[in-house]
């Protein structure tokens, strides 16, 4: 088993009402499984947030960062998780 800290803003934030919290999730979980395990605890519009598809040559509904690092960078959503990792996660702002 691994613990990961979740830090959300904005949008996120309020819809879960915690801007940080731990979860713990099996030694080999990936942020999809992250994102899952969310969805599943905090259900409608978290999840709605959290699974929202990603179109082609669209701007993401959704970033995640781990340890400062965007996972587009990364793995994307296969991205795995080690114990202690930092994620932050949160729905872009747009305006004009």
């Known amino acids: 088993m691994i613990t990961v800290r979740v830090r959300t803003i904005g949008l996120l934030r309020s819809l879960i009402r915690q801007g940080e919290f731990d979860v ?3 030694g080999d979980a990936s942020v999809e499984d992250l994102l899952a ?12 947030h959290l699974t929202a598809p990603v179109e082609p040559d669209a701007h993401p509904p959704l970033r995640v960062m781990v340890n ?29």
């Open 68 to 96: 400062g690092r965007d996972i587009g960078a990364l793995d994307d959503r296969r991205t795995l998780l080690a114990d202690g990792d930092d994620v932050l996660v949160l729905t872009p702002i747009a305006g004009g």
């Open 24 to 26: 713990e999730l099996s």
């Open 37 to 48: 395990r969310l969805s599943a605890t905090y259900g409608g519009a978290v999840a709605t």
